[in-house]
C-alpha cells in the first residue's frame, strides 16, 4: 500500500511472503486492540506471534486467532510454550492443541531448555509434514555461549531438517543471543552466520529501533525481523523504505545521496560561521 509516488523507494514483495517478513510479538492484546492493528497496520505484518506462554492465559483466544487468519496474518504459539509441553513429557498434546485452534505454523525452539539438537530435529521434520515450522537458535541466557560455528551448525541443519525459517534469538529485550548486553549487534558473530546460512532464510530477533536500522542497513529492505511491538509496526515499515532518519540515504543513488549530504554539510558550515 503507498498514498502517494516518491522515487528512490525500495520494492517490497506482497503477502504472502517469504523475504521481507515482520513478526509482530503480542503479548496479550485486546480483541479491540487486535482490531485497531489490524485496522491501521495488518497490511504490513505476515506473522504474529503470541509471546512465551501468553497463549495459555488470553481471553478470547480463538476469536484473536480468527481475526489475524481473516487479515491475511499468520499467529502461532511462541516457542516456549512449545518448551513447556515438551518438558512435560506432552509433545504430542501440543500438536492437537495447536490443531484445535487452526494454526498452520508453529515454533520448535531450545532457549529454555536443554534438548539434544539431533531430537529437536527430529521434531522439526516430523512437524513439518503437516505444518510450517520455524525454529529458534540461540539461548535465552545471556550467561550461555553459543559459538559462531555452532551457530551455523544449528541452523545449516534445522533448515536441512525443515524449518521455513530459523529465528536468531534476541528476546524481547534486544540483549542476548546475536546482540550484545548493551543492544548492540554482534557483528562478527553475524558476518559469520551470514557467510555460511542465506540471510533470507534467518529472521533476526531486533525489537529495538537502532538495531532494526543495522539490519535494514545490512541486508536491505526485505530482511527478515521479529518480535516487532504492534505499534513500531508503522516505523519500522519506514526504515524499510527510507522515509526515517536512520536510512533515509540508504536507498538514495550513491551519487545523488552524496549531493544531498554535501548540500546539508555546507549549509551546517554556514550556520556554524555565523553563529561565530
Not at 496479550?28 to 489490524?38: A, K, M, P
Not at 529454555?112 to 539431533?118: A, F, G, K, Q, V
Not at 550513491?254 to 549530504?261: C, F, H, M, S, V
Amino acid at each position: 500500500m503507498k498514498n502517494f509516488e516518491l522515487s528512490y523507494i525500495p520494492e517490497r514483495s506482497e503477502k504472502p511472503r517469504n523475504k521481507g517478513v515482520t513478526m509482530v510479538m503480542d503479548k496479550g492484546l485486546s480483541l479491540r486492540q487486535v482490531e485497531d492493528f489490524i485496522g491501521s497496520s495488518g497490511h504490513l505484518c505476515d506473522v504474529v506471534k503470541f509471546g512465551f506462554g501468553t497463549s495459555y492465559v488470553t481471553k478470547n483466544l480463538q476469536e484473536k486467532i480468527n481475526l489475524y487468519k481473516e487479515a491475511n496474518i499468520r499467529p502461532y504459539f511462541g516457542g516456549t510454550l512449545f518448551e513447556a509441553f515438551h518438558a512435560r513429557g506432552m509433545t504430542d498434546d501440543f500438536l492437537r492443541t495447536i490443531d484445535k485452534y487452526g494454526l498452520d505454523l508453529c515454533e520448535v525452539s531450545d532457549g529454555s531448555i536443554i534438548l539434544d539438537h539431533d531430537e529437536k530435529c527430529e521434531l522439526i521434520s516430523r512437524f513439518a509434514k503437516d505444518r510450517t515450522v520455524m525454529s529458534e537458535v540461540g539461548s535465552k541466557d545471556s550467561g550461555i555461549i553459543v559459538s559462531p560455528a555452532k551457530w551455523v551448525r544449528m541452523m545449516s541443519t534445522e533448515l536441512e531438517a525443515g524449518s521455513w525459517k530459523v529465528i536468531a534469538e534476541g528476546r524481547e529485550s534486544g540483549t542476548v543471543g546475536v546482540f550484545r548486553p548493551n543492544g548492540t549487534a554482534h557483528t562478527m558473530l553475524i558476518n559469520r552466520i551470514i557467510a555460511k546460512v542465506a540471510p533470507e532464510d534467518i529472521l533476526w530477533e531486533a525489537p529495538i529501533k537502532k538495531q532494526q536500522a543495522w539490519f535494514v542497513k545490512l541486508f536491505g529492505a526485505e530482511v527478515n525481523l521479529g518480535n516487532i511491538a504492534p505499534h513500531e509496526l508503522i516505523p519500522l515499515e519506514t526504515l524499510r523504505l527510507g522515509l526515517r532518519g536512520d536510512t533515509f540515504f540508504d536507498f538514495m543513488p550513491a551519487d545523488y545521496a552524496d549531493r544531498l549530504k554535501q548540500v546539508n554539510d555546507d549549509e551546517e558550515e554556514i550556520e556554524e560561521e555565523e553563529e561565530a
